[in-house]
């Protein structure tokens, strides 16, 4: 396996399926790009003439459209930008904390990474969407599904506020799991 000795960047895109890391070899002598996601190659380029520009690929389950681009600073220095769906990695990550929970817990020793998709009420475990039920409860909806032997839900209910709008608590085991921050 040849040293990424080019390597101009790495990033960590927090998506439903998981945390993903893209690196980008960029050989400003030869022109060679090469892009890895979570170390699998996805794309390489020999000799490319035009040392600017951009590459488009996808990232995770979900094939999210992720894209580097590439831009000349000052004389051999180049800039690298990576942009998830079309919006800059920051403004998608502030997005995303919008539309999604994130809970990391731990059982029976096990790492456990759970995302709720507030738009669509998709639930991710560890890569894997989950098979859920939903009902109404007096308060709200609840989400059930399991992980390994333990019984999960996650409990939807009005803030009462407006600008606050839903709060989605995890509950395994009838105990409550803290957010997590990504």
């Not at 390597?7 to 030869?30: N, Q, R």
């Not at 942009?83 to 790492?111: C, F, P």
């Not at 009420?121 to 032997?149: L, S």
């Amino acid at each position: 396996l040849e040293k990424m000795t080019d390597l101009v960047a790495v990033w960590e895109v927090a998506l439903s399926d998981g945390v993903h890391k893209i690196e980008f070899e960029h050989g400003t002598t030869s022109g060679k790009r090469v892009v890895y996601v979570d170390g699998k190659e996805e794309i390489r380029k020999e000799w490319m003439f035009k040392l600017v520009g951009k590459e488009t690929f996808t990232v995770g389950a979900s094939g999210t459209k992720a894209t580097i681009n590439i831009d000349a600073v000052s004389g051999f220095a180049y800039e690298y930008t990576l942009e998830i769906n079309g919006k800059s990695l920051k403004k998608y990550m502030e997005n995303r904390s919008k539309t999604t929970n994130t809970w990391v817990l731990s059982l029976g020793g096990t790492e456990y990474r759970v995302v709720l998709e507030k738009d669509t009420m998709d639930v991710w475990c560890n890569g894997q969407k989950m098979e859920t039920a939903g009902e109404f409860v007096e308060d709200g909806t609840e989400t059930h599904f399991t992980v390994g032997n333990h019984s999960c839900c996650i409990k939807a209910v009005s803030s009462g506020k407006r600008k606050e709008g839903i709060i989605h608590t995890l509950i395994v085991d009838d105990r409550e799991i803290p957010e997590a921050v990504e």
